[in-house]
């Protein structure tokens, strides 16, 4: 009888034993799955970190604002209008530093030190880029971003070389800091500034409409400005910078012409797959609404923003595009007659380039009515 009980006790012991093994086997191999789809996860994403400090600002408590266009076509203006509520934190091209920085193949450093390699699509880093920003979740922004001289286009975000030039003078006596925790420092800083804005507002110009469609989802509180020009006028703009090379193959002096029409006609076809979910959070203004009723549409700007327009921001924007007030820079906003300068481009296309512009674009002058000569 005692050795029967002694081996029922074995046997008991066996399976307790062999349970044991098998819950540890299948808790190693879990914790190694979890980790192989992190390994996976930082090579597209980047390191993923659970950063408590987003929970404040991934909540309802801030607008954010995208102003998408293309290259010359009147964004530098409409995101200055924004700009001037007291309470907007806005940052001028910030994807410039992203599409010229990673196609020269170097790594990805961010503000905390992490290093990253060469992410599989540009695309989505520019949408990681945008979210990051909009959120102020800076840390996941590469350090390019903020050390670009387009920060300066900002009111609040050129804080940032403030706080940078502050801290060196106070480093050169201490000599304790080094240049990347002055980096990260100011960082910080302008994250802050970030936080304390309701209204967050990015200018895109290099990356088309359906690149926004992630970001939507991600950010339910992002509203959309999308700025049409007149493609003649954006042909004519962008010759007159260097930046619409001839096209010898159709004898053509505006070789931009195809890319600028094509990157329209995408938009208006992403507008209309995405306006049935989200009629009211993508406002479509012609620039040249802006240079002819200035004032009128910052009124309807803000009231599609949600933002309230003071006397001053109409006093700013008046002198901005109406008192005669003249600029030599060729990226802002500032214009001495923005009603005579949103037809000038006529004065510069000969009848054989307007006729190939406007057979090539037909469809987008058509879509928004602009006069066809």
């Not at 290093?115 to 945008?130: D, F, H, S, V």
């Not at 209204?199 to 895109?204: D, E, G, M, S, T």
């Not at 923003?305 to 030599?328: A, E, F, Q, R």
Request: hydrophobic share 35%; proline share 4%; net charge positive.
């Amino acid at each position: 009888m005692r050795m029967l009980h002694s081996r029922y006790l074995q046997i008991l012991l066996c399976l307790i034993l062999t349970f044991m093994m098998t819950s540890f086997v299948y808790t190693v191999l879990k914790q190694k799955v979890r980790q192989s789809k992190r390994v996976i996860l930082e090579e597209i994403q980047g390191p993923v970190r659970l950063n408590s400090e987003n929970n404040e600002n991934s909540g309802p408590n801030f607008t954010g604002v995208i102003v998408q266009t293309h290259f010359r076509s009147g964004s530098s203006l409409t995101g200055d209008i924004l700009q001037q509520h007291p309470d907007s934190f806005y940052i001028y091209e910030p994807l410039r530093s992203l599409f010229m920085f990673i196609p020269m193949g170097k790594d990805m450093i961010y503000p905390d030190g992490r290093i990253r390699k060469q992410p599989l699509n540009l695309i989505t880093e520019a949408q990681a880029t945008m979210r990051g920003l909009l959120t102020c979740d800076f840390l996941n922004v590469i350090s390019e971003v903020f050390k670009s001289d387009f920060m300066y286009m900002g009111k609040k975000s050129q804080q940032f070389f403030t706080c940078l030039k502050g801290r060196k003078t106070s480093n050169n006596q201490t000599k304790r800091k080094t240049e990347d925790d002055e980096l990260l420092t100011c960082v910080h800083f302008l994250r802050n500034l970030c936080l304390q804005s309701k209204y967050r507002v990015l200018k895109i110009v290099r990356t088309p409409m359906n690149a926004l469609i992630i970001v939507l989802k991600d950010v339910p509180s992002l509203k959309v400005v999308h700025v049409v020009r007149d493609p003649r006028a954006v042909v004519v703009s962008r010759n007159s910078v260097g930046y619409c090379p001839p096209d010898r193959s159709t004898n053509s002096t505006y070789g931009c012409t195809s890319e600028i029409c094509e990157r329209l006609e995408s938009d208006i076809l992403t507008k209309r797959k995405l306006t049935p979910l989200y009629s009211e959070r993508i406002k479509t203004v012609l620039y040249e609404d802006i240079a002819r009723r200035p004032v009128e549409t910052a009124k309807e700007l803000y009231q599609f923003v949600g933002m309230t327009i003071h006397p001053n921001i109409l006093d700013y924007v008046y002198n901005i595009t109406s008192s005669g007030m003249k600029s030599s820079c060729d990226i802002c906003s500032v214009r001495s007659n923005s009603t005579h300068h949103i037809m000038a481009w006529r004065k510069s296309l000969d009848k054989g380039s307007l006729y190939r512009i406007q057979e090539r674009c037909n469809y987008v002058l058509k879509h928004y009515e602009y006069t066809i000569y």
